[in-house]
């Protein structure tokens, strides 16, 4: 089984390769230099503001002739957008690859006790999968509206492309709605615990204690899960705005406005999806009994303690340790 998860890592490694832009996308296309006559390419250099005419229909927008800001937020969909996406998505396959030929799964101290303390109830669960499921379909119809045109089109061909997209893209206008419902859940159930505290910073300090055998205390959530909630909650929110920003065309800005919220409306959803790929594999993957506290809700007291110490204790003190006969467990004196 472990061969299987290396090979699977190797595997990862190797992922960047495959996501380069293929040769066929880089053909030139209208726009390009060598598809301008040189004078007309010079004018579009030295053209500074937007060239507008007058027309006699109500919508006075169809009077932009040339808008520079276009060319500009073109040059960043097929010239940057791409590495942007591959770095961060990319290398953080790369990354967690290298974690798990490096360090394997990381095992219970002292294996699994048999008694249990629920981390988390129907409630939260139901949040975390609600964000969780919701965001995964954004992240692969989302990834597919950038670069599904270079790297899935080639693979499947255009009609299976073409009507991927189509349900892709009505899934990604609709599943924000329940996946901002998700992170507002989480933010209220959450944040309480999710504030800053000087354990934070020793958390880390230790790097979370996994290049060290040190044990660093915690209560129920650490530096790095307070990491991750924050940037759900902050680059989610701001993804969303964004996003809607560009559902409801010129509802609360022009054209400028709106290629600004598309440039940061991709770089923030990449930036997340890496950090999000790191939380994925540490919650399932990568950590033994990480998973079962947003599976069953119940986590291993063994887990609790090697992980979140301080909240164990607490949860020790209070009497909610159940034993394995669904008896609870005496509080400690
Ligand atoms: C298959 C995918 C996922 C798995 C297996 C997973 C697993 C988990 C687990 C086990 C926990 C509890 C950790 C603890 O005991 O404290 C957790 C917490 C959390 N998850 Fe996920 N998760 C997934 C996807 C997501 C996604 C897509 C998001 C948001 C976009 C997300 C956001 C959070 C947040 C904010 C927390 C609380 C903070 C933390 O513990 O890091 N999760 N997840």
Redesign the pocket.
């Known amino acids: 089984m472990t061969t299987i998860w290396r090979l699977l890592a190797l595997c990862l490694l190797v992922l960047p390769l495959a996501l380069a832009e293929p040769a066929s996308a880089q053909q030139s296309r209208p726009g390009d230099a060598a598809t301008v006559p040189a004078g007309e390419m010079q004018m579009f250099q030295q053209l500074q503001g937007n060239v507008e005419g007058r027309v006699s229909i109500p919508d006075q927008r169809a009077g932009m002739l040339i808008q520079p800001g276009g060319k500009q937020w073109r040059d960043f969909w097929r010239d940057t957008s791409p590495w942007v996406g591959g770095i961060a998505i990319g290398g953080m396959f790369v990354l967690l690859a290298l974690f798990y030929l490096i360090k394997g799964r990381i095992p219970i101290e002292g294996g699994r006790s048999g008694e249990t303390i629920t981390?988390f109830g129907p409630i939260d669960r139901f949040a975390?999968w609600l964000?969780?499921t919701t965001?995964?379909v954004l992240a692969i119809t989302g990834l597919n509206i950038a670069y599904g045109r270079a790297i899935l089109m080639p693979l499947i061909g255009p009609e299976a492309f073409a009507a991927f997209s189509e349900v892709g893209k009505l899934a990604h206008n609709y599943l924000s709605f329940p996946f901002v419902l998700g992170i507002v859940l989480?933010f209220v159930l959450?944040v309480k615990d999710n504030l800053p505290s000087r354990l934070d910073a020793e958390w880390f300090s230790a790097g979370g204690g996994f290049f060290t055998h040190r044990h660093v205390h915690a209560r129920r959530?650490n530096g790095g899960?307070k990491l991750?909630?924050w940037s759900?909650v902050i680059l989610?929110l701001a993804i969303s705005a964004t996003g809607y920003i560009l559902m409801f065309p010129f509802t609360v800005t022009d054209l400028a406005g709106m290629q600004l919220s598309h440039v940061i409306h991709s770089v923030l959803s990449v930036i997340l999806i890496a950090i999000?790929l790191a939380?994925?594999y540490i919650?399932?993957l990568g950590m033994e009994g990480?998973?079962d506290?947003?599976g069953s809700g119940e986590?291993d007291l063994n887990w609790a303690e090697a992980h979140h110490d301080l909240w164990a204790e607490e949860q020790r003190a209070k009497g909610h340790v159940h034993s394995p006969h669904g008896r609870q467990a005496v509080p400690a004196e």
Request: proline letters at 0%.
């Open positions: 981390r975390h964000t969780a965001f995964i989480m959450w959530f899960q991750i909630f759900v989610g999000i939380h994925i919650g399932s990480a998973f506290a947003m986590v």
